[in-house]
């Protein structure tokens, strides 16, 4: 990797997350002021919103602010796998009722491709009580994750203060090579920056490279930018932005929306898209990466398809393509989860449903299942590969297992062979 990521300097103007905000607040705002903004949207799901819920009788206030701006969604354990989950339904399900505001039950899928499917768009301010709430920088929102006593005070009121971040320009330039995803490139700039490279900042992602990028694509790399430590992860919004929209029945709320050229950014860095590899982050660091090439013959116990981060139907395209007319490798179990519903319903259109299952996939319910191992866990000693994004210790529901973290492509090509693959090797055999 070394050669490939530079750092650069640059002048004076506006980052994308400046112009956001200080068009919100009808004032010049810069990074490192402390200021109180307006909420489009926010969002819990049933690992954080009994906790808001909670927080708000502690305040005192029984009703949302605006039951327009405000959902729910079922999706870190589903089906409920317990008396005390169905319980914890069932309380968010009278929740939104009195406050009549829409909960999206259980197979619906992961609050985030919700969100970008139905709500998300340029300039809205969208706060979500989950980390991964950076998703939605993918079509130039300002959106960040928080903690369910900042939800709680969001759902009351409608408003939250944030700290202007500082923003990180990343370029990233050139074609990406046969079998590398943006998946890949993220692993191999976290791989450069570390796991707080990028503390309290916004990560921007420009170039020529993300300018062919779907919203898909894109939203994979600002998914992840919380992993680098980052408040948000955001892309400027333009015609892959306006095809998303138009795609989802939204076109009206398109708007072009690009940082100045001479922003002021505390840090630049260049990806060359031509030379980044295939990559896995290994046990247990996302920032632990490596080169694909570095860790083939790894072998896997299981491989899995899915999440918030490449979950949707774009990554599912790219692994049946893959799998079509193959076998998952004998004690290799592979496990397949459309990030929504109407992904879900796309892939059976498509009949990549048919190919994961002819292949020997488990295709499961639209929901975070495998990441959070709430639902789905590892045994002792078992090594994981999949394409989410966290790969700590206990993430998937034992602490005694390892979790190798890589793009759909890399995942498919394991899957086959039971080991740690190198997909263009696969896909040249096609």
Known sequence: MEGETSHLKMGSGKTLVEKILSERLHREVQAGEIVVVPVDLVFAHDGTLPMAMEQMRKLGVESVFDARKVIAVCDHAVPPPSEKVANIHAAMRAFARANKFTLYENGEGICHQIVLERFSAPTKIIIGADSHSCTHGAVAAFATGMGSTDVAAILAYGKTWVRVPESIRVEISGELPEGVSSKDVFLHLIGEIGEDGAA??????????????????RAT??????????KCGICPADRRTREFLREQGREEEFREVSPDKNADYEEEFEIEAGKVEPMVACPHKVSNVRAVSECEGVEVDVVCIGSCTNGRIEDLRKAAKILKGKKVAPDTRLLVCPASRKVFVQAVREHLIEIFLEAGASVLTPSCSFCIGRTVALADGEVALSTQNRNFKGRMGNKNAEIYLCSPETAAASAVQGKITDPRAVASKR
């Open 221 to 230: 790399l600002t998914n992840m930018a919380v992993e680098a430590g980052a």
């Open 200 to 217: 309290y900042k916004s990560i921007e992602f420009v170039g020529s490279s993300v300018e062919e990028m779907s919203v898909a694509e």
